[in-house]
């Protein structure tokens, strides 16, 4: 099996990494594993080439080899599996490009690119037409296997609701204020040096991240919706006055995303000792069914590793259908 | 595809339901599907019949239209799928022999009976060698999908530890333990009384039940394992005082499984707030990995149709690989 990869960033460089770390083990489950390029935006490497002297010179050089660019990689040369890396853009960008290319192709696609959210309906119509699979788990909630769940074992579920905690820095600014009584303004600063938010946090702190990912939940469940319908409130403006009222009534704040009717992304009361209570970086998904009551998955919901574990036993997945 | 269904108490009436009344959607999944025969213990039905007749006939006069037992029916009959849900036994009982009869015939089987954990190895290898699957999602955290993923997703992870509360009457008692400051014989009078605690509550209190269950999810990830590896203490010397102790560290407790190098069942610190904190009759199971940190599956412990959905999505599983 012939792997492309690409995007060469933290997830990139993971996914190479676990993949070579595991590779004996991998390919006694799916069988002859070859990594046909490496690719990002600017430069690539192809042809003969080692994958650790790809690492090194990445890391040293922040480029690839030669000059050709992703797109003309996926163009030009022959691969079995696209492992997209590359970093999500609103509007999809050009990860979305790279995935029509290689499904046209016949190629099957894993990702950890959140703009399939804005083409997923074409993104899954081609695929099925093409009869490739394109699987995306580490979208949502990294490692933690919902995307799975809701394809397979849910599957024969009725599902009335999805709600859950999609973003781990809104959840580690809103329990940290909740902990130290901290401003919003403090706790960003905080956050920041720590690395959990950007420099620009908007993407996070507007729940923009956290609609995206609601979007490729819903989807997921049979829900059509796009990234304008989510109706989206932020959490710059929760105070810490609000946690005080709050606790008094054994409650917390917490951003949740919401997929029933509606698609919703805002900061809500959530009672103390709920699964959505959790604090720090976590992601938590809650799936309300007819049949069996309320699921709630909760783990990690970032770090470069566990996307690339993701991405891992997904590559599997499309081979061993066990 | 001919369905045998062997046990026909609340899990086999229940899932003879949703299979029912969800038989247009299931067969656009799975194709046509016929039931073969309906036993249990004492009766059965087989060949012409209406199995809703034979719902109400076993409502009504607690038996089924033919004498003929369902041993005789596996050994007879046509079928392409055993569903068992007999009631568990301590070392296996009949319904073993009756999975052993359907996989040596070449059936696939999916079954809510936790019997299998006392022939866990030998099940496993037969259906491997018969090329048929034995599913088996009803007999841990009843819908809660925690094997489905340790057989597929997390299979390419290297699992760490499985710990988790896989007793819903247990939990049920220490948290109202917990909550009301009531000794142990108190609330078990009053879980009697809901119907959450049998007359005869050893098997649950013991951490007999946990332990079965424990011992089918480390059989599960590769960790050949028997009932009588399982170092066990149940929860009825607990005292109220204990709580009061423990909450005032920030503690509470609770009936935990632990499978790693030893397989654990007893009694421990929880902090509050912690994933293995949660109260009543649910149950978590926290997955440790090496690649990922921790994941936390909780939902319904039990239940006749949380029992059911696992097993319809179990059937659906064996035939359609998506």
Request: aromatic fraction near 8%; include cysteine.
């Amino acid at each position: 099996m012939k792997i492309a990869i690409v995007g060469f960033g933290n997830v990139g460089q993971s996914f190479l990494d676990m993949l070579l770390s595991k590779k004996e083990f991998l390919e006694k489950r799916i069988g002859k594993i070859e990594i046909s390029f490496i690719a990002d935006s600017k430069s690539s490497v192809s042809g003969d080439f080692d994958p650790l002297e790809a690492l090194r010179m990445k890391r040293t050089k922040g480029r690839l080899r030669d000059d050709k660019k992703a797109k003309n990689c996926l163009k030009e040369l022959e691969f079995d599996v696209l492992v997209e890396c590359s970093t999500t853009k609103i509007n999809g960008g050009e990860a979305v490009e790279h995935m029509l290319i290689a499904i046209e192709k016949g190629a099957n696609v894993v990702t950890s690119n959140k703009g399939i959210a804005f083409y997923f309906d074409e993104l899954m119509k081609l695929a099925e037409r093409k009869n490739v699979k394109l699987m995306y788990e580490a979208t949502v909630g990294a490692a933690i296997p919902i995307i799975r769940v809701l394809r397979t074992y849910f599957s024969t579920f009725t599902i009335k609701k999805i709600a859950g905690i999609l973003n781990g820095t809104c959840n580690y600014i809103l329990s940290r204020m909740e902990e130290e009584g901290l401003s919003y303004e403090q706790v960003l600063a905080e956050a920041k040096e720590l690395g959990i938010a950007e420099t620009d946090p908007s993407y996070d702190v507007d729940g923009i991240d956290a609609a995206i990912k609601l979007v490729i939940l819903a989807n997921t469940i049979g829900i059509r919706s796009k990234f304008e319908d989510v109706k989206r409130k932020g959490i710059s403006w929760i105070t810490p006055e609000a946690f005080k009222i709050a606790a008094e009534k054994g409650y917390t704040i917490r951003l949740i995303a919401e997929a029933s009717k509606e698609l919703i992304v805002e900061p809500r009361l959530v009672k103390f000792g709920h699964p959505l209570a959790l604090k720090g970086t976590i992601n938590t998904i809650l799936v309300y069914t007819e049949e069996a009551g309320t699921f709630s998955f909760a783990g990690r919901g970032a770090g470069k590793y566990e996307t690339a574990a993701a991405m891992i036993s997904d590559l599997v997945a499309i081979y061993d259908d066990r």
